[in-house]
């Protein structure tokens, strides 16, 4: 058994100011990863689920970047208001929110058209 | 298909001195991260391949803690020499470090005979 049923990174990666890459750190990922917590302490989730800081995850154009293990979910774009659907949804109903995915053709590519 | 073939989570995190439980960043993890990246670029592993900075991955008394995901698999206790049976054996082979792994009724309990 692994030790969480669901374990979910949130990237805190904060760039200097004027650095090619944009950082997730700094859009919000602070309010965003206390809502998570919140939310899934809320829903009784427990030790069976891990809210936890990231570095970069280096999926920095669709930023802000979260990735929920095992089942390996990227989501991108997140913002703090996301929260409940990530915990309700995913976490708790077993269901990711589609909304939020990164398609698999745009994850860990030089070449994804949303990259300038 | 998922953005990494593995996804591997070196925990950094640093308490201040003093601080109940231990700090994995405190214990080498800068060392083992940079051993890491280092190794897996020279098995050629590329993009497969991500070293991922943590925060708190919560299984603090068995640090310097990594996990490897999508197989969670958890490793404790591990140094900067470690890094080259984890990239060679785990990464490139496919076959888990036994030696390093924290046994699954030590991993996300209170219990562990392991915790003081």
Redesign the interface.
């Known amino acids: ?4 049923e669901h ?1 979910v ?1 949130v990237c ?1 990666n904060t760039r200097p100011e004027g650095a090619p890459r944009r950082s997730c750190g700094s859009q919000g990922t602070t309010d965003l990863h206390a809502q998570l917590q919140k939310l899934a302490k809320d829903a009784g989730l427990g ?1 069976t689920v ?1 809210i ?8 920095c154009e669709h930023g802000p970047m979260v ?1 929920v ?4 979910v ?1 989501y991108g774009n997140v913002q703090p208001a996301d929260a409940v659907a990530i915990v309700q949804e995913h976490l708790v109903g077993g269901r990711p929110v589609e909304r939020l995915r990164v398609a ?1 053709e745009c ?2 590519t030089k070449t994804c058209p949303h990259r300038s």
Chains 1, 2 share one sequence.
């Open positions: 058994m692994p030790a969480f374990h990174f805190h030790e891990r936890n800081k990231a570095g970069c995850l280096n999926q990735v293990y095992p089942e390996a990227w698999d994850l860990n």
